[in-house]
């Protein structure tokens, strides 16, 4: 038996994983979701190797690879052909690599995990936590579950609910700002024409980005295997993309110009206009994206965690990494701060802010420092961008470095994670 009961707020990545690793400490948990059900709607996004260690941890790491693509590398190429990106996961070690996902299979392998522990995960489905407050000896969240109102006091509470969250502390919030660009993305059949074992992107200036990620399978149809297609776009354009069928075939010209081959794959891939002239909506959809930075991320019975916590572009392609890493370090908090079911919440959070304080402050600086060079108006962004990356990508440091950042491991500016002190199984790990 345990007495200790946590809520979780969302059932994302974060949420999930938390959940999951909170159960294996024989605490309960109850898990607050406000979708009705878990259907998951985003682009594919890819899994590197540091989430990919928590997936380790977690035992979810092969079935995660039925369905996911391995991805060996990034490579990012300019219109003259030479490649802007060229970071590989074997610059890190030989047994690195990353993983491509739709949305739904990463959720899948999640809930599934978390259902072989139902006797201490209590999903709240179309539950929406709107509020909380803290005393000495318990958090009570307020909200709607099915409509109806709802109140109930917990030991600890973890706000896992994204980008948007309106529960994190605002006295935490440094900045929490809307990107001016975002993404259109779609999900199509894998691409032939390109390595489908590398995400490819390509690049003119900082006003043309398009990306294309080698995305696996869902779970209900395992042999079809997909990519995920984003175009980077200013977000006030975002509903304007593709409304017509002359666009898309200006669109697809545009690309021809530069990748031709890019071009004749897209046209087999992408849909004419529907019978009314209009790109079908649901083909493509919106991917919008915050800033936000806080001063702490727990404090006495408190914490926020993924999203919520640091939400970023996804240019690093870390956020989902980030989230899993997020919920481990969480866990070993708890195991350094718990004795029998007493928490020290000090110790507890002064002990999380060691393991994800730097490293997150650095994902945070270096994302915010590079977005504005693949996505943004300024006229000198790209041509900079190509400059210094081109000489880095010559160094072999450098070269190891930017490998080493996409893996996810950095934990500072010179400092990183070993893989396997993520990944290994520790005390509480019940092997369900
Ligand atoms: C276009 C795009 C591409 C990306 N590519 C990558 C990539 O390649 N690699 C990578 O690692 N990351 C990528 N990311 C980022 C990644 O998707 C996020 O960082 C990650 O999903 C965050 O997980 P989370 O659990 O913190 O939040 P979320 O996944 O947003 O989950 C939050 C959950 O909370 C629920 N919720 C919200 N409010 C409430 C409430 N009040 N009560 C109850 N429930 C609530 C929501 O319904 C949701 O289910 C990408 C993001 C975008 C937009």
């Not at 697809?252 to 909506?281: C, D, F, K, R």
């Not at 083909?283 to 006495?300: E, T």
Request: hydrophobic share 40%.
């Amino acid at each position: 038996m345990t007495s200790l009961h946590f809520a979780v707020v969302g059932a994302g990545t974060a949420g999930i994983a938390t959940a999951i690793l909170l159960a294996k400490r024989n605490i309960q948990v109850t898990l607050f979701e406000k979708a009705p059900t878990l259907d998951p709607v985003g682009a594919g996004l890819l899994l590197q190797p540091a989430g990919l260690a928590v997936f380790e941890h977690l035992g979810i790491l092969d079935d995660a690879l039925k369905l996911g693509a391995r991805v060996n590398g990034l490579e990012g190429r300019l219109p003259n052909q030479q490649l802007l990106v060229n970071s590989h996961y074997h610059q890190v070690g030989a047994e690195y690599y990353g993983l491509g996902m739709h949305r739904s299979s990463l959720c899948h392998v999640l809930a599934s995990k978390a259902q072989s522990y139902s006797d201490l995960i209590h999903w709240q489905m179309d539950a929406e936590i709107q509020s909380y407050s803290e005393s000495k000896h318990e958090v009570r969240l307020k909200g709607l579950i099915s409509g109806q109102t709802y109140e109930a006091g917990f030991d600890g509470l973890i706000i896992a609910n994204g980008a948007r969250s309106t529960l994190r502390p605002q006295a935490w919030v440094k900045v929490d700002q809307a990107y001016p660009w975002g993404a259109k993305w779609t999900i199509v059949p894998e691409c032939s024409a390109l390595d489908p074992e590398i995400l490819h992107q390509f690049h003119q200036g900082s006003k043309l980005m398009l990306g294309i990620l080698p995305t696996g399978a869902i779970p209900s149809q395992p042999e079809q295997r997909l990519s995920s297609i984003f175009w980077s776009m200013p977000t006030p354009l975002l509903d304007h993309f593709l409304r017509r069928s002359q666009d898309r075939v200006q669109w697809l010209n545009h690309i021809a110009n530069q990748w031709p081959e890019v071009a004749t794959w897209l046209a087999s891939v992408i849909h004419q206009p529907n019978e009314h002239g209009v790109m079908q909506s649901r083909q493509w959809l919106s991917a919008q994206y915050r800033d936000v930075v806080m001063s702490k991320f727990g404090q006495a019975r408190v914490g926020v965690i993924g999203d919520a916590a640091h939400a970023m572009s996804p240019q690093l392609g870390q956020g989902a990494n980030m989230a899993l890493l997020d919920a481990w370090a969480l866990s070993q908090s708890i195991d350094f701060a718990r004795r029998h079911e007493q928490i020290d919440w000090g110790k507890l959070w002064q002990h999380y802010h060691q393991q994800r304080g730097s490293s997150t402050r650095f994902y945070q600086f270096l994302s915010r420092l590079i977005t504005p060079l693949y996505q943004s108006d300024l006229w000198w962004a790209g041509g900079l961008r190509d400059l210094s990356f081109g000489w880095m990508y010559k160094v072999p440091y450098f070269r190891k470095e930017m490998a080493l950042t996409v893996s996810g491991l950095k934990s500072g500016m010179f400092t990183q994670m070993q893989y396997q002190d993520i990944a290994r199984s520790d005390r509480h790990d019940l092997s369900t």
